[in-house]
């Protein structure tokens, strides 16, 4: 079983920064495909960036440029820079690693951008 504790999120005004950490336990970090999701109210979850074992990313087009994900095997983290926030951008963000057909959630963290 893989737990993933969020943190990192809050409120913000628009154009600031956010910096999201997700700590993974209870697994070999480096073989998961670890991502960001997004869950704005009413909507659908959505991709927000994934970063693959081997270090490729793909983003989100509305993201794109601002938004950076990266990994530390060592301290088995995720990160997600967020630069230049919106207020579209506010959302519940959860945090997901994949191997195959597994894949975990966190509880999720709420990011609020003001306007």
């Known amino acids: 079983q893989v737990q993933l504790v969020e943190s990192g999120g809050g409120l913000v005004q628009s154009g600031g920064s956010l910096r999201l950490s997700c700590v993974a336990s209870?697994?070999?970090?480096?073989?998961?495909?670890m991502a960001w999701y997004r869950q704005a109210p009413g909507k659908e979850r959505e991709l927000v960036a994934r970063?693959?074992?081997?270090?490729?990313?793909n983003y989100a087009d509305p993201v794109k440029g601002r938004f950076t994900i990266s990994r530390d095997n060592v301290k088995n983290t995720v990160y997600l820079q967020m630069t230049s926030l919106k207020p579209e951008n506010t959302a519940v963000y959860y945090c997901?690693?994949?191997?195959?057909?597994?894949?975990?959630w966190g509880q999720g963290i709420q990011v609020t951008v003001s306007s």
């Open positions: 997901n690693a994949r191997l195959f057909t597994r894949a975990f």
């Open positions: 209870g697994t070999i970090f480096s073989s998961y495909s």
């Open positions: 970063m693959s074992g081997g270090g490729t990313t």
